[in-house]
């Protein structure tokens, strides 16, 4: 596998998981991405504005496991972007590795500029990060866990601290239970303590590792707005997850990992435009109108009950009327004719050729 | 306070600052003091003096059978201040290295079971200073454990037995002051010759990611150790076991006072020290945070 993906164009890696089974994506046309902000046309790591960029990072742990490949990532100042893949992915490798614990085998990251671990001094009290979870000291109260985290930057003001550390609680909704003991949280209360920890300072980047892992759709509700909130507000928002509605959700741009390398990066506008839309054709007649499209150089034809789809490829809109005369020419009795949109899911399955929820 | 929120983020770098520096340091032993198992650590410590106190009390108000007890035994029943080097001679080898093992065995390797040592090292605490901070919490925990043992020791003993002039091992004898000052003195010097396992825990702990492990490894070492202690066949090794000086302190009740041991004793733990720290620093600066 040589592919390199590129920033700012939805490129994929040679010969990826699931390629050769796929027919060859169609270019996408610039205009479907006009909803986002393009992402800058440079290399990774050239680009100045990039808040994460990386180069051939990969970590291979003892015993030999691969965990990260040779990841090329380019995070856009300003955006929320998904970094989405099963989980085992080696999203969490990555987001360590960014976050200057654990050290790359080989390949260089940078934050906010500036390259890591090196740098963390200096990075990390710009940054906010929720990692694989909350973590906390069970024996003091939310209110104490908060100004423990805090104290442990050095460029925290103390001055300031439990000004900060109430206006943090208030923010996810905690400071009628900030007195009480950790240990007596639920695990949505424990995953917004874990937010507020993240919200301690204005920061210019925030690291969220499946924030709304183990949360009730409400509590997920909430995460997603206080997420648009926080990055109304200008910080850019790195968020990773394996849901593809959440990404699809709160997203502008994605990356897509599998089995420790990415498969895709873009913005999520693009990456829908992907999965390409297909002719879906609801007729009794199924054999028949199967025949008919076969004939006009409909692809990959999937007859079903009282209904037949296809893929189009790149002809356009203007191809349809004819194909629907085609088929009503032929006898068939067309009872609907349309373009399905794809989900970024269609998209993905596409690009990997694997369900979700696969460890890879 | 009324000040409404700026709306614009005030990101970028913001200076470190002392206090912000040592707000880590403070916070540790704030962490280390509030815990329930420093408290029962701590409590353990103070009964121990107490029940020394009470059965040396029961045995001598019994018909005396003349038995060879530690001389610090004999003594507590002419001064209760004896009680205080009676007490610290019975905790260092056992009951206060089983504390101090306790809690520097669990100070990197607990925090990483738990996962709060990700969230610390991204806040950014920094490896070294957070290293630093745990040793220090460490440190003053020893003292602590100390002051327990000796202020429920002195406190047990004024109960207990008469208070007054003291007799020294040497024969001298020293005013209540006097004595109360060289207990001070006494139960600096002990703590101090904890120092060294506080750097072999701290070591320990950054090898596991389990705080049970570490502080289970840390106390079965000293107990090794001080068995290793007993065997005059190691006599080469043996002044170089971190136990070897810990009960000098008695030197220091002779008069004039004998500080050959002591510093023996102090300048093993600085050895110790610099060792361990140095290898848990340099062990913890690289190592992977994967829990």
Known sequence: MTGTPVTGDVTESAGGPGAESRPAPVPVPPSSAAATPSAPASLPGSGSDDVISTRGLTKRFRGGQLAVDGLDLAVPRGSVFGFLGPNGSGKTTTIRMLMGLIAPTSGVAAVLGEPMPQSVATVLPRVGALIEGPALYGFLSGRDNLVRFDAADPTADPRTRSQRVDAALERVGLAAAAGKKARAYSLGMKQRLGLASALLQPRELLVLDEPTNGLDPQGMREIRALVREVAAEGTTVFLSSHLLDEIEQVCTHAAVMSRGRLVVQGTVAELAARAQGRLVVRTPDVAQAAEVLAAH??????????????????????????????????????????????????????????GFDVAG | M?????????????????????ALFRNELHLTFRRLRTKVLLGI????????????KLNTDGPHDGGGGPSFIAQTTQNGLFLVFTALAVALPVFLPMTVGVVAGDSVAGEAATGTLRYLLVAPAGRTRLLAAKFTAGLVFCLAATAAVAAAALATGAALFPLGEVTLISGDTIGFADALLRAVLVAGVVAASLAGLVAIGLFVSTLTGSGIAAMAATVGLVITVQILDAFPQLDAIRPFLFTHYWLSFADLLREPMYWDGVLKDLGLQAA???VFGTAAWSRFASRDISA
């Open chain 2, 2 to 22: 009324s000040r409404a929120e700026a709306p614009a983020l005030r990101t970028g770098r913001r200076p470190q600052t002392a206090a912000g520096f040592l």
């Open chain 2, 45 to 56: 410590l103070a009964v121990l003096p107490v029940l020394i106190g009470v059965i040396v």
């Open chain 2, 272 to 274: 110790y020290v610099a």
């Open chain 1, 297 to 354: 150089q409909v692809a990959a034809l999937v007859p079903g009950e009282g209904r037949v789809d296809g893929e189009l490829g790149d002809r356009g809109d203007e191809a349809l009327p004819k194909l629907c005369a085609a088929l009503v020419e032929a006898g068939v009795r067309v009872q609907g004719f349309g373009l399905e949109r794809g989900t970024l899911e269609d998209a993905f399955v596409a690009l990997t050729g694997e």
